[in-house]
């Protein structure tokens, strides 16, 4: 403000430790340091090449999806742990629909949209119904869609893996959203110009080695640019603020919270669900172990991206990051030749430094000693 | 005057506890009307059924000689009937901005889509504030950051800027320092001038006394009669509050309104 109105008892606070408080800065830090990192330690393995550039941002892109549905159910105050089992359950669902059933594959896939989004609701209702916490609801959730994951197929076809996925989803329009790649002509133009190397041998001689865009990192930028709106540019993101800031509070102001809440359970199923049909897309298949893990991978990339777990508080392009670096980090290592279990421990460190440096950020946000 | 807001005879059950057990209470516009209760008298029970929280189990709610009946916390603020809570007025980890219209955002249409008009929402928060006489770093700054007084004045000028009619304010100075204290006090005097009906619900005789026009006594859920300032003192108040051993001695005080 200006400088007249300045009132003395203001202590003037420093341009680091205003930076301080926005969520995504440990982030942007991170990203940097991890860039840097494998800059010095893998340039020449082949990390930063456009097949190596495709490779970790593939894998950050699936991060990143589940992120953001996370993200904004974390704000919101809520937690979901069944977003692993319903990546499971939804590619098991499409894979049922479609090769068991012979339902056409666009069908297929949004009846399963539906059907996991109506989940999500329902996850969300009970946990206000009941006052429980969503951390115990949705742990059921996790364990009941695991179960029906591995149940249904062995039911149906005496086997835990469902394929031909491909065969069917061959030439459908929707499918095509999920698996295809954009931008072929634009890399086979690069390719003629020698940026991008191209195949020497094999059937796909002549080709370039990167051939598009995974339709899979689109939607995650789609998701990332969607839930970054939301949030901080329209009133449903205060809404989402305020229910997990203090959610009696945000009633007695004339916030829905209720709506909120139920709204961001479904559009966490529904970020699993987009993250379960480009799987089955590009594989081909639906497995009955798949997306194991993946709602803790989706938690840790929100807390490194900023995010309290207490909710109210974070950011969507932090929790990006944190995926961005999930994925550099996963994929560098092993460009870099490091032992992949070492991976792990990695995460270990990092989540418990973002979870103790965000700790320290609320401290200054709300001035608590 | 004839009153703006006014409880008849207002009973609240909950199962075979009777919280409150015949409340008469009124409120007129530009009036400090100070309700008193020890611990345990009723006062959150009176707060939420003002407020549309609970509905009365009997008796009756008027506004403007109107009977009114409240669903739910939107109808009453609708009615113009604004609650500051103590500790429920603000969310410590929005900005002043985003606290400020929460539930109340202003809306500018972009390309089909509504959206959160940050720069009205930030230039009216600033106005506002320094109206209160509070300095802000900027509109982003947390409520975190805010002392316990200057979160009431905030809540207090939020109920206001919606258009509160009678606004209700629950114990907004416990837990207050003696400056922040004089700040809320003086805000609340403030507001009054402006023609709001006052609600000030206090277990502090001395802060009721310093703003209140008309003083009420709530005891075990009932209301033990109103005094207009300058008829009771401070000692009598007190007495009153803490149970009423001296009650008989005390109505004559009371203008026989027991």
């Known amino acids: ?369 | 005057m004839d009153p703006l807001f006014e409880m008849q005879d207002v009973e609240k059950h909950f199962g075979t506890v009777i919280a409150l057990g015949g409340v008469n209470f009124s409120v007129s516009e530009g009036e400090c009307h100070c309700l008193l209760g020890d611990n345990g008298a009723g006062k959150s029970t009176l707060i939420k059924t003002m407020s549309g929280v609970h509905a009365p189990t009997s008796g009756r709610l008027l506004m403007r000689g109107q009977e009114v009946r409240f669903e739910d916390p939107r109808q009453a603020i609708s009615q113009g009937i604004a609650t500051v809570y103590q500790d429920l007025a603000m969310i410590p980890l929005m900005s002043v901005s985003r606290n400020f219209f929460m539930g109340n955002e202003p809306i500018k249409r972009r390309f089909g889509f509504n959206l959160f008009d940050h720069e009205r929402a930030d230039k009216v928060t600033m106005d506002e504030m320094r109206k209160m006489g509070i300095n802000l770093r900027g509109p982003h700054q947390a409520v975190g950051t805010l002392s316990g007084g200057e979160r009431q004045t905030v809540a207090i000028a939020r109920a206001v800027y919606f258009g509160a009619k009678v606004l209700i304010l629950d114990e907004p100075t416990s837990a207050l320092g003696v400056r922040q204290t004089a700040n809320v006090l003086a805000t609340v005097d403030r507001v009054r001038k402006n023609g709001i009906a006052v609600v000030f619900i206090t277990h502090n005789v001395r802060h009721a006394l310093a703003v209140g026009d008309r003083f009420t006594v709530l005891n075990r859920g009932k209301t033990l009669g109103t005094a207009n300032k300058g008829e009771i003192t401070p000692e009598e108040l007190q007495d009153l509050m803490a149970g009423g051993q001296e009650l008989v001695e005390l109505e004559s005080s009371l203008g026989g309104t027991v």
């Open chain 1, 1 to 369: 403000m200006s400088d007249s109105t300045q009132d003395e008892r203001i202590k003037n606070i420093s341009p680091l430790r205003q930076a301080l408080v926005r969520p995504e800065l440990g982030s942007i830090a991170g990203t940097i340091i991890v860039f840097l990192f494998f800059g010095f330690l893998a340039f020449d393995s082949g990390m930063f090449s456009p097949r190596g550039v495709l490779n970790w941002s593939t894998v950050s892109a699936q991060f990143m999806i589940i992120a953001v549905g996370a993200c904004l159910l974390m704000i919101a105050g809520e937690f979901d742990l069944s977003v692993g089992s319903m990546i499971g359950f939804a590619g098991m669902m499409i894979a049922i629909f479609s090769v068991t059933l012979q339902w056409p594959v666009w069908i297929s896939i949004c009846v399963t949209f539906v059907l996991c989004t109506a989940l999500g609701a329902l996850n969300g209702y009970i946990v206000i119904r009941t006052g429980l916490p969503s951390f115990i609801v949705t742990l059921a959730f996790l364990f009941i869609l695991r179960g029906f994951t591995i149940f249904f197929p062995q039911l149906i076809e005496r086997k835990t893996i469902i394929g031909g996925v491909s065969d069917a989803a061959d030439g459908d329009w929707l499918a095509s959203l999920f698996g295809g790649k954009v931008g072929e002509p634009v890399f086979v133009w690069l390719a003629d110009l020698g940026l991008i190397d191209v195949f020497e041998r094999g059937s796909r001689a002549g080709q370039p080695v990167v051939d598009g865009i995974p339709a899979l990192i689109l939607w995650a930028i789609g998701l990332v640019i969607f839930g970054h709106f939301v949030l901080t540019r329209t009133r449903f993101g205060n809404w989402i603020f305020a229910s997990g800031g203090d959610s009696q509070a945000a009633r007695y102001a004339g916030v829905p919270v209720n709506r909120v809440k139920i709204l961001m359970f479904m559009f966490s199923a529904f970020c699993a669900c987009v993250f379960a049909t480009c799987q089955v897309m590009e594989f081909g298949s639906a497995g009955a172990d798949r997306g194991l893990l993946k709602e803790f991978e989706a938690i840790i990339a929100v807390v490194i991206g900023g995010a309290l777990l207490t909710g109210g508080y974070g950011s969507v392009i932090g929790a990006a990051l944190g995926a961005l670096i999930f994925g550099v980090v996963q994929q560098g290592l092993f460009f870099a030749g490091v032992e992949s279990s070492l991976f792990r421990v990695f995460l270990g460190v990092l989540l418990l430094a973002a979870v103790i440096l965000n700790t320290y950020i609320r401290r200054i946000i709300t001035g608590e000693k």
